[in-house]
């Protein structure tokens, strides 16, 4: 993380050599779960072994040592390292897909970035912040401002936040070193509690032009980066990509691992039933196996559903097919739609489990808090996701 000048990984590595390795990663993820949680961030070790492994070069070009990779391999990657450590997984995905927004810039930033270190990342917050302090001066920008929930930000070489510039405060981007901010630490949830997604702060921080972006901006870099990376496919997706599935993907993870769990312990598991006399094998029992097949055929339902979608997309990248407004928002329904799939799964799962999941070391009691947290997320919402998708289902077709 600190040795800018280590070689990047093995350029021909596969789909299936980072799958493999995430596999391989995720009984070890498992054991440090429990610290994971308590730590309230992912260790370094965890860090380096995930460098090391490619995944933060799945979706990055070529020419900055990258694997450019899929869509699906992202959600592949990220599926699997959730059934280990949620918080793991999101901190890769954040980290993996936020690597992007690079390629918004031009092509003296993206070497200014990953020219000397392959492996940097962005994390940040892109929600905008209308309250930042920004005062323009010869060759930039002097910024100042807080921003919430910057997950990964623990490891992330640059951090990037929205800031209002210009009489009417039109909302930029600014990519930030990550040494030049102060973090607060007040990341305290009830689940994800892994990911590190502390409070950033900027004071009198000097943003020069070449690291500032309008929006309208990003849109045209992104169409620019296709010329600069030709092979790369994921830069014919619409920008910003709704096709990672990097958030509900940690959710279904967490949720398979919840199932694996109970069906691991079912056969020797009891409850205590004063009323029926006694203890009872909970495998022994027809509730039980009722609530189980709901819970893991939902989990596979919501597994089959971020594949196939995130397949589709990387296929319709490669054959350069543009996205409408019903694809957009049929995407979205759809994080939404296995995110809450995976919670209903995780609770099936917890009530049957009963009390024992109040112990805050249990996998099911962390997988519980990781899927509803992840639930909150805005990205996430149901009810707007719902609203969004009949919209554009029920637009009337353009004439002409």
């Not at 607060?184 to 009830?190: A, I, K, L, Q, R």
Request: net charge negative; aromatic share 10%; glycine share 8%.
């Amino acid at each position: 993380m600190d040795d800018q000048n280590r070689q990047p990984p093995t350029r021909n590595r596969t789909a299936e050599d980072v799958v493999r390795d995430a596999e391989d990663f995720v009984p070890v993820l498992r054991a440090l779960a429990v610290r994971t949680d308590e730590e309230r961030r992912i260790s370094d070790d965890i860090y380096r072994r995930m460098e090391d492994s490619g995944f933060f070069h799945i979706l990055k070009p070529k020419k900055y040592g990258g694997l450019e990779l899929t869509e699906e391999v992202h959600a592949r990657v990220t599926m699997t390292l959730a059934q280990g450590c949620a918080s793991t997984a999101w901190v890769f995905s954040i980290l993996d897909a936020d690597n992007s927004l690079f390629l918004c810039y031009p092509e003296e930033v993206q070497d200014e970035v990953w020219g000397t270190d392959s492996y940097a990342t962005l994390a940040g917050y892109t929600g905008f912040n209308p309250r930042a302090k920004v005062e323009g001066v010869d060759g930039g920008y002097r910024v100042s401002g807080s921003w919430a929930f910057c997950s990964g930000s623990d490891f992330s070489t640059w951090l990037v936040f929205v800031i209002p510039i210009g009489e009417r405060g039109e909302p930029h981007v600014i990519i930030v070193p990550n040494a030049l901010a102060t973090t607060v630490d007040d990341w305290f949830p009830t689940g994800m509690r892994g990911t590190g997604s502390r409070t950033k702060v900027l004071e009198d921080v000097f943003v020069p032009k070449r690291h500032v972006l309008s929006f309208p901006a990003l849109q045209e870099g992104w169409v620019a980066s296709r010329e600069l990376h030709p092979t790369f496919d994921m830069l014919h997706t619409t920008f910003p990509s709704y096709g990672k599935f990097e958030f509900a993907g940690v959710a279904v993870g967490a949720a398979i691992a919840a199932v694996d769990h109970f069906a691991e312990h079912a056969a020797s598991s009891t409850r205590v039933a004063h009323a029926l006399g006694g203890d009872y094998r909970l495998a022994d029992q027809d509730y039980a196996a009722s609530e189980f097949a709901q819970a893991s055929g939902d989990v596979l339902m919501a597994r089959c559903l971020v594949e196939r979608q995130s397949r589709d997309i990387a296929e319709r990248t490669r054959q350069r097919v543009p996205s409408s407004e019903l694809d957009l928002a049929t995407w979205n329904r759809n994080y939404s739609l296995v995110t809450r799939t995976a919670v209903g799964a995780v609770n099936r799962i917890a009530a049957l489990i009963g009390a024992k999941t109040g112990n805050p070391a249990h996998p099911v009691s962390r997988a519980k808090r990781d899927v509803e947290m992840l639930a909150h997320h805005v990205t996430l919402n149901w009810r707007q996701a719902s609203v969004q998708y009949l919209a554009a289902a029920t637009k009337p077709a353009a004439e002409g």
